[in-house]
């Protein structure tokens, strides 16, 4: 794994971002609390995609009027797949739902001998999501706070990184639960953490510009979900909100998250608002913003 880095004031974070425009490269940020300045990031598997991944930090950076040095670091595997352990921790979402990292399982079946709250078991190794960044936590929230309503229903996770939010689905009482991601160290992920915590779970490699990888679909629209779940990027939710929102059942319900608040999500929500959806509640975290959307019965895609 190949990581481009550079350090940025935080006023400049949000508005790289907007701007930056890398293709196939995800921006990242990351941000100890005690330092004074964020690390734009962006990994990659191949290092000879660096140079590409250089000049697309430093162009965005330029647009947006900070002066950065990148530095361009490569990891074996092993070493950054245990890396981010110092990162993760147990966080407790719920009475009734946890995030635990598998290397702490011993200890919190000790401390939990009755197995409450559910717990979910995770090593992320290379993909995204164990609970710590502010939009798969409230997407954790509104996963359980909708199985306590009603988990007679079928779920997807759209862009499924480790599993985590699918794998919490199930343990929640989900009836199906589905997943899919572009990344295949992502699926490869996610199906050996539903593995380690004994649910069945349908994760496949799927494209949002090709519908007949995803989940059950061999035309836009043929195969439907009562919950669907979308932590990506903000910009990703807009380009593709038709595909996205034909995987909702009318009545429906959509998570839209991985949107910075004051500059995207209006314009996300204007996008689903445009194909029939309403915005039922929303949460703020940090400067991250998740939206609780409803299709409407009468809408269509």
């Not at 090709?210 to 629209?221: E, I, Q, R, Y």
Request: glycine share 8%; proline share 5%.
């Amino acid at each position: 794994m190949t990581v481009v880095s550079c350090s940025v004031a935080e006023r400049f974070v949000n508005p790289l971002f907007e701007v930056f425009d890398g293709g196939d490269f995800v921006l990242t940020s990351y941000r100890d609390v005690e330092d004074d300045e964020t690390e734009m990031r962006i990994y990659f598997p191949d290092p000879a995609d660096a140079p590409a991944a250089v000049a697309a930090l430093t162009g965005a950076a330029e647009l947006v009027g900070a002066q950065v040095v990148c530095d361009t670091r490569t990891f074996p595997d092993e070493d950054w797949k245990l890396s981010y352990r110092k990162h993760f921790k147990t966080e407790v979402v719920s009475p009734r739902l946890a995030v635990v990292p598998e290397w702490e399982r011993a200890i919190w079946c000790a401390a939990h001998p009755d197995g409450s709250p559910k717990a979910v078991f995770l090593d992320p190794g290379m993909a995204f999501g164990t609970g710590q960044h502010a939009t798969t936590r409230a997407c954790l929230e509104y996963t359980d706070q909708l199985a306590e309503e009603n988990a007679d229903r079928a779920y997807l996770d759209v862009g499924c990184g480790s599993g985590i939010l699918a794998i919490a689905a199930k343990l929640r009482g989900f009836r199906e639960v589905a997943g899919f991601d572009i990344d295949p160290d992502a699926v490869a992920a996610a199906n050996e953490n539903a593995e380690k915590n004994g649910v069945a779970i349908n994760f496949i490699r799927g494209d949002l510009c090709n519908v007949s990888t995803l989940p059950g679909v061999a035309k836009t629209g043929d195969r439907q979900f009562d919950v669907v779940a979308a932590n990506v990027l903000g910009p990703i939710l807009t380009r593709f909100a038709k595909e996205i929102a034909a995987l909702v059942v009318p009545g429906g319900t959509l998570l839209l998250s991985g949107i910075l608040a004051e500059e995207v999500y209006p314009e996300v929500k204007a996008a689903y608002e445009a194909l029939g959806f309403s915005e039922k509640d929303s949460k703020l975290i940090g400067e991250w913003r998740t939206g609780l959307f409803v299709r409407t019965s009468a809408a269509e895609v």
